[in-house]
């Protein structure tokens, strides 16, 4: 059984959202048209409450993009961004929805990130996700999403580790920042994990 799993398609991560993935906006169309070749398709948000630890403006004396250390683990000061129930945090109006079975959210803790869809920063608190895909019978997930540097890296990570087959749709991803992105697919292909085209997928 495989799995879509659409990490973070919202407006916020798109050009003009308050932490803009650049060319973010190319992925929606993409993910709309390879939906129809899965049979379970399972979304993540982002979804912070606003005095969420990871925005600049709640630390004195730090401006955006400062990493700093906190309980031990590093942690990049980001723009305010995916407020619950802002409509920068909803799924983004032009993704098709319709057969998104279930939503993860994530990043809801004030005081912890959470990049990963399945786990916190810290691995200490679960998603549910694994379970939820384990139970379907899900031993593969295809990636989409924002930022591949950020959220879907981290998310490949930890399903890696939970014992998924884990493939990434090119062209559904982009990530903030490139370079650091191509560091990691080469990280990840030495892991067993594949990168496929939408043409791939599609002739398949
Ligand atoms: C993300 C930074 C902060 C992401 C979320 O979805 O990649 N990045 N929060
Ligand atoms: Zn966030």
């Not at 129809?36 to 925005?55: E, G, R, Y």
């Not at 810290?122 to 295809?142: C, F, H, M, N, P």
């Not at 990691?184 to 994990?193: A, H, N």
Request: aromatic share 8%.
């Amino acid at each position: 059984m495989q799995a879509l799993l659409l990490i973070d398609v919202q407006p916020d991560f798109i050009p003009n959202g308050n932490l803009p993935v650049p060319d973010g906006h190319t992925i929606i169309p993409i993910i709309n048209q390879v939906q129809s070749h899965f049979d379970l398709i399972v979304a993540t948000q982002d979804w912070h409450p606003k005095n969420h630890i990871s925005f600049a403006i709640n630390h004195t004396d730090k401006k955006e993009f400062d990493v700093i250390t906190i309980d031990g683990l590093s942690q990049t000061l980001w723009p305010t961004h995916c407020i619950q129930d802002t409509l920068g945090a909803a799924l983004h109006p032009k993704l098709n929805d319709q057969a998104i079975e279930a939503i993860f959210r994530k990043g809801t803790s004030v005081e912890i990130d959470s990049y990963s869809a399945f786990y916190d920063n810290a691995q200490l608190k679960s998603t549910g996700l694994t379970g939820y895909l384990k139970d379907k019978g899900v031993r593969e997930i295809y990636f989409c999403g924002l930022a591949a540097d950020i959220c879907v890296y981290f998310s490949i990570i930890d399903a890696l580790n939970e014992g998924f087959k884990c493939i990434v749709i090119n062209e559904a991803v982009q990530a903030l920042d490139k370079d650091v992105y191509h560091q990691q697919q080469i990280e990840l292909r030495k892991k067993g994990v594949q990168f496929i085209g939408i043409n791939e997928l599609i002739n398949t």
